[in-house]
C-alpha cells in the first residue's frame, strides 16, 4: 500500500470519527432540550392542577355557604310560621323554595366547575403539544455508517492507488479486475 493511499484511508477513518463526534454531540443537545421542555411541561401542569385544586375547593366552600344559608332560612320561616300559628301547603312551599334555591346554586356552581375541569384538561393537552413541538425542534444525532464510511475508504483507496499507476499499469489492474469499462 503506498504512502498516498495509506493517507486516504486515515482521511476517510478520521471523517467517520469526526462525524460520530458531531453526532454525539447532536444528540446530547437533542436529549439536554428534551429534558427541559419535559420539565417546563410538568411545571406547566403543576400550575394548573394547583390551578384546579383552588377552584374545587372554592366550589365547595360556595355551596357549603348556600347549604348554610338555605337551612337557616327554612328555619326561620318554621319558626315563624310555627310562632304565627300558621301551618300548611304556603308553608311547606316556602320552605321547599329556599331548598330548591340552594340546589340551582349547586347546579350552576358544579356547571362552572366543570367547565373549568375542560378548560384546564385542553390546557394540559397544550403543555404536551407544547413540549413535544419543542423536543422536535432540536434534531436527534444522525450517526455515520460503519459500512458506507469503510466503503467509502475502499473506492478512495482504490482510486488514489490507482491514480498513482502509470498508464500501463492502470491498464492491466483495469483488466485484472474486470473495470475496463471505467478508462476514460
Known amino acids: ?24 454531540q447532536q444528540e446530547a443537545l437533542h436529549q439536554s432540550n428534551r429534558l427541559r421542555a419535559v420539565q417546563a411541561r410538568d411545571l406547566k401542569i403543576q400550575s394548573l392542577n394547583t390551578r384546579l385544586t383552588q377552584e374545587a375547593e372554592a366550589a365547595s366552600a360556595t355551596k357549603l355557604e348556600a347549604e348554610i344559608a338555605a337551612l337557616k332560612k327554612q328555619e326561620r320561616a318554621s319558626v315563624a310560621a310555627g310562632e304565627a300559628g300558621v301551618a300548611g301547603n304556603s308553608v311547606d312551599i316556602l320552605i321547599d ?21 375542560n378548560e384546564i384538561a385542553l390546557q394540559r393537552r397544550g403543555a404536551d403539544a407544547e413540549a413535544e413541538q419543542r423536543v422536535n425542534s432540536v434534531p436527534r444525532g444522525q450517526y455515520p455508517s460503519l459500512i458506507a464510511s469503510a466503503a467509502t475508504a475502499g473506492v478512495k483507496a482504490v482510486g488514489t492507488y490507482y491514480s498513482g499507476l502509470d498508464d500501463e499499469a492502470q491498464d492491466i489492474f483495469l483488466e485484472k479486475y474486470n473495470l475496463t469499462f471505467l478508462r476514460g
Open 1 to 24: 500500500m503506498s504512502f498516498m493511499t495509506a493517507l486516504s484511508v486515515g482521511q476517510s477513518f478520521m471523517k467517520y470519527v469526526d462525524d460520530q463526534n458531531k453526532a454525539n
Open 97 to 117: 323554595s329556599f331548598e330548591a334555591q340552594k340546589l340551582r346554586g349547586d347546579t350552576v356552581v358544579n356547571a362552572n366547575l366543570n367547565a373549568i375541569e
